[in-house]
C-alpha cells in the first residue's frame, strides 16, 4: 500500500473513532481543513510538522501513521534487511529502515539511513517540534541548523532542538550511513 494510503486511512479511522470532525481536527492541530482533507483522501503526504502536529492531538507518535503495522509489541527485534522502511524513504535521495516499527505507541523514532551520495534534504529548511539526534556510522555529512553549519563524520553525532530551521547534505564521496531518531514534542 503506497504510504500516502496508509497515512490517510490511519488519520481518517482515528479522526472517525475520536468522534472528531475535520473542523474539529483543524482547530485542535492548527493544519487546515483543506490539508486535513486532502491527507485523509490519499492526495498528498504532509510534512514532518504537519504530521507531528495532527500526532499530538490524537497523543500518538508520527510511527503510529506512517508504518503499515499489522500488530504492535512492547518488545520489537529487527535484523538488516528486514527492516520496515519509513515515510521518508526515497530511493533516489536515501533509504530508511525504521528501528521501532512494530513497537507499541513509541515516543520516539529511530531509524537506519542510508544517504546516496549528494543526497540531499532540500534547499529549504525544515522544522518540526521535538529533538533530534543523528549518529554517522561511515560518509561525511554537512547539516545546517539556525545558521550554524557543523560537519559529522564517521563516529560523530549531533543533537537539537528540532523547531530549528534545520537541512543536510551529503558533501562525502560515498554514501553515508546515518542512525537517526527523532523525538516528538509531548504535552506534559
Not at 25 to 52: C, D, W, Y
Not at 94 to 119: W, Y
Not at 173 to 185: R, Y
Request: aromatic share 10%.
Amino acid at each position: 500500500m503506497q504510504v500516502k494510503k496508509i497515512i490517510g486511512k490511519k488519520l481518517k479511522d482515528i479522526r472517525l473513532n475520536s468522534d472528531m470532525t475535520i473542523y474539529d481536527l483543524a482547530q485542535k492541530s492548527g493544519v487546515s481543513s483543506n490539508m486535513v482533507s486532502r491527507i485523509e483522501r490519499g492526495l498528498t503526504i504532509p510534512s514532518v510538522e504537519i504530521l507531528m502536529k495532527i500526532a499530538l492531538v490524537f497523543d500518538k507518535s508520527i510511527n503510529y501513521f506512517v508504518e503499515e503495522v499489522k500488530t504492535t509489541h512492547e518488545i520489537v527485534f529487527s535484523s538488516p534487511g528486514t527492516r520496515a522502511k519509513t515515510v521518508y524513504d526515497d530511493f533516489d535521495n536515501m533509504h530508511t529502515e525504521s528501528f521501532t516499527s512494530g513497537l507499541r505507541d513509541p515516543q520516539f523514532t529511530a531509524f537506519f539511513c542510508t544517504v546516496k551520495k549528494g543526497g540531499t534534504s532540500g534547499t529549504v529548511n525544515m522544522y518540526h517540534p521535538g529533538d533530534e539526534l543523528m549518529y554517522v556510522l561511515s560518509g561525511t555529512i554537512r547539516i545546517e541548523i539556525a545558521n550554524e553549519t557543523h560537519i559529522l563524520k564517521s563516529g560523530d553525532s549531533l543533537s537539537f532542538k528540532s523547531h530549528l530551521p534545520h537541512r543536510w547534505d551529503n558533501i562525502g564521496d560515498e554514501d553515508a550511513k546515518v542512525i537517526w531518531t527523532l523525538s516528538p514534542f509531548t504535552i506534559i
